[in-house]
């Protein structure tokens, strides 16, 4: 169990540029959730993956937002045309549908800073 | 709709203090309600849980009781260590954990 990693740690942008960051689960957890925290404020959810399927998307996520689990493995989530109040941190978490389902484990996130 | 909101901080306790860090919940259905921690760079961890009203959830000298009559969530240890030092996140779920919901964290300063 090496945990979920996050690549990259941290990215600086420019506004209007589209950025990638990558998600490796822990390799036998087959949810997947994304989730965003600003400054002073609790994880915010984004979306969530069973597997390879996309169960669930904020209402609040913009379509500037898009995210993949191909094969049911690791994800992407993808900004395009950054703007300023994209500039946060991003994190993935996984879990395991077999119990105890409900415990999350976080990855260490991807600050993402737009300038 | 589904929230958390607990209380703000920072909270700076002397080490062997008595904590509580008080958290409150709107929820459909019946949430399971959770604490979380960040200790300073890391990842977010599970701290305890509790699935149903009365349930205890208990971990490392911590505790939150699921008072559903309050729709809270406390939690609370009787002597903080330095060590306890951290941001912690009062959390729900429901319809078979497809969500979470977090609350704002309360970071938690134990000096010796």
């Known amino acids: 169990d090496t945990g979920v990693s996050q690549d990259p740690r941290h990215k600086i942008t420019k506004r209007g540029q589209n950025v990638t960051f990558r998600c490796d689960p822990i390799s036998e957890h087959n949810r997947l959730y994304w989730y965003r925290q600003t400054l002073g404020q609790g994880p915010e959810f984004l979306t969530y993956?069973?597997?390879?399927?996309?169960?669930?998307k904020s209402r609040l996520l913009s379509d500037r937002f898009s995210a993949e689990r191909p094969k049911g493995s690791f994800s992407t989530l993808e900004i395009q045309r950054t703007e300023q109040g994209d500039s946060a941190m991003y994190l993935c978490a996984s879990s395991s549908l077999d119990l105890p389902s409900e415990k999350l484990f976080f990855g260490s996130g991807t600050q993402l800073s737009v300038l | 709709g589904d929230s958390v909101t607990q209380m703000e901080g920072p909270v700076t306790l002397s080490e062997e203090a008595f904590l509580t860090i008080n958290c409150t919940y709107t929820?459909?259905?019946?949430?399971?309600l959770f604490w979380y921690v960040q200790y300073p760079g890391e990842g977010l961890q599970l701290l305890l849980k509790a699935t149903k009203a009365d349930d205890k959830g208990s971990n490392k000298g911590f505790e939150a009781t699921y008072r559903k009559e309050t729709t809270s969530f406390h939690l609370e240890k009787g002597s903080v260590q330095v060590s306890d030092s951290a941001v912690y996140f009062c959390?729900?779920?429901?319809?078979?954990?497809?969500?979470?919901?977090f609350g704002s964290g309360t970071k938690l300063n134990v000096k010796p």
């Open positions: 959390a729900l779920s429901v319809y078979n954990f497809n969500k979470f919901y």
């Open positions: 993956f069973q597997n390879e399927a996309q169960l669930e």
């Open positions: 929820a459909t259905g019946y949430p399971s």
